[in-house]
């Protein structure tokens, strides 16, 4: 795949972070709705990195963070919403590492 698909694609992830944010704020204590939302930042920060936009992958790593830990939060007992937060941060640990 080239850079010129990944712009493509980034486009695609772009109307869909549009759409999870609607629903987010649509349904605010919706976990569904928020771990959603979540998944879209850490795609475009997937994408970031691989177009090699490392400030802007971490910009929307610790967007996924900040709401992987409110739900963290919000949902102690659900080992789902942790392991989110621990991918979290493995991602910008990752990150880390290719600088």
Do not use: C, H, K
Request: aromatic fraction near 8%; glycine fraction near 8%.
């Amino acid at each position: 795949m080239g850079v010129g698909d990944g712009r493509r694609a980034e486009g695609f992830y772009r109307q869909a972070l549009e759409i999870r944010e609607r629903l987010a704020s649509a349904e605010p204590d919706s976990m569904e709705a928020q771990r959603d939302l979540s998944i879209a930042y850490s795609r475009l920060g997937d994408l970031s990195l691989w177009l090699g936009d490392i400030e802007q992958a971490e910009r929307f790593y610790r967007q996924d963070l900040g709401i992987a830990e409110q739900l963290a939060r919000a949902n102690p007992s659900d080992a789902e919403a942790r392991r989110d937060v621990t991918i979290s941060y493995e991602r910008l640990g990752d990150l880390r590492l290719r600088e």
